[in-house]
């Protein structure tokens, strides 16, 4: 079951839930908005001619960005929630992109978007320009929904 505003409001009330820095804006119908942190992992320039899965190294490097980040048509990032996330032991949740990025091509997050129960930290996203065009991302905006169940 899907919960709705009112119980998760009464849900951080209690502390069942922690969702910090929070504010009352970002209590949706059904879900919590997320903001972008200012921490981006991006790709490093590299001589190798492939990331071989079975044995991968380090092929990101961790950026701290002041007001903006540029994501590039056809560029993978990561990125984090600037809230960071607490969620009892008999309750999880899933991060959806926001449909906003979406119609201007950047996808917020593709895979593993279910939070397990007893999650604790900050929600690392997959971010992806799909569109033809650079879109600024800015530390702070809302990136992607949290809905809880």
């Not at 910090?20 to 209590?27: H, L, M, N």
């Not at 949706?28 to 490093?44: M, Y």
Request: charged share 25%; aromatic share 6%.
């Amino acid at each position: 079951m899907i919960i709705p505003d009112h119980e998760i409001r009464k849900l951080l009330e209690k502390g069942k839930i922690i969702v910090e820095p929070i504010e009352e804006g970002q209590i949706q119908a059904a879900c919590i908005d997320l903001r972008l942190g200012s921490e981006f992992r991006v790709f490093k320039h590299t001589c190798e001619a492939f990331i071989d899965s079975k044995n991968p190294k380090e092929y990101t490097e961790c950026i701290n960005v002041g007001d903006k980040f540029i994501i590039h048509p056809s560029e993978f990032i990561l990125g984090v929630t600037k809230e960071r996330i607490r969620l009892p032991d008999d309750m999880a949740a899933f991060v959806d992109g926001k449909s906003s990025l979406g119609r201007l091509g950047v996808t917020a997050h593709i895979t593993s978007s279910l939070v397990e129960p007893g999650w604790d930290g900050r929600l690392v996203l997959e971010i992806t320009n799909l569109g033809k065009m650079p879109v600024t991302l800015y530390p702070g905006m809302k990136i992607c929904k949290l809905i809880l169940m």
